[in-house]
């Protein structure tokens, strides 16, 4: 079964443009979670979404960055404009919303680099 | 304020030899904990979890204790292997997982 995918892979932009961010998650996963690493922070909560529907998005740092779920093998982070701040990794995560199934399914991540 | 901290940023053990990775929390409301690994370049991967009402979980060469009135987890890894180096994650469930900053672990061959 392939897993989490997300693309691209690595982005490099100039400050200023727009960047989006790509995920399927895994099929029959129900939930969908949007994470950044960064040294300082750690791995830390954007958004998450239950089918499609966004619950939680107050670890979104700013209005610059939004996400969206349109169907349930798609979704989206865009960060609109960057900044250097914004360099980190980005990881998309699933999970099945079994009662005691909390183990989420990460993508490899999206290493952005804004200049 | 961080509610769950890997004060240890990183470990090194020779092969064969326990690995202990420890995890402290401060939220009492957290119910459900786990360990994740990640490699460089790729996501973190499931490792093993534990509920909060019990006190140990076993797979394998990995075993995760918690004790609930020191707020404190730990992760054994007995024996090491040199495959088992990564960086190890604890997370934390209540509605939403909260993420330690992980700690390196080395085996060294």
């Given at each position: 079964d392939a897993g989490v995918i997300q693309s691209p892979r690595h982005e490099v932009t100039e400050m200023g443009q727009e960047v989006t961010l790509r995920c399927k998650p895994i099929s029959g996963h129900d939930y969908l979670f949007w994470y950044r690493q960064t040294m300082m922070r750690g791995l830390e909560l954007l958004i998450y979404f239950n089918n499609n529907v966004p619950?939680?998005?107050?670890?979104?740092?700013?209005?610059?960055f939004s996400a969206k779920m349109p169907n349930a093998s798609f979704s989206t982070l865009k960060i609109?404009?960057?900044?250097?701040?914004?360099s980190a990794v980005y990881f998309c995560a699933s999970r099945v919303g079994?009662?005691?199934?909390y183990e989420q399914y990460f993508g490899p991540g999206t290493r952005l680099t804004v200049t | 304020d961080q509610q769950v901290k890997q004060n240890s940023p990183s470990l090194s053990v020779q092969e064969g030899r326990i690995s202990i990775l420890n995890c402290d929390y401060t939220?009492?409301?957290?119910?459900y904990f786990l360990w994740y690994k990640k490699y460089p370049a790729e996501g973190p991967t499931f490792l093993i979890s534990i509920s909060s009402i019990k006190d140990k979980n076993e797979d394998g060469r990995f075993t995760v204790f918690l004790n609930k009135s020191a707020k404190h987890l730990s992760l054994h890894i007995?024996?090491?292997?040199?495959?088992?180096?990564a960086v190890y994650f604890c997370a934390a469930f209540y509605y939403k997982l909260t993420f330690g900053k992980g700690t390196l672990l080395t085996v060294n061959p």
């Open positions: 619950i939680d998005d107050s670890g979104m740092p700013e209005d610059r609109q404009p960057s900044e250097p701040r914004d079994l009662a005691g199934a | 939220n009492s409301m957290f119910d007995v024996p090491s292997q040199p495959g088992d180096s």
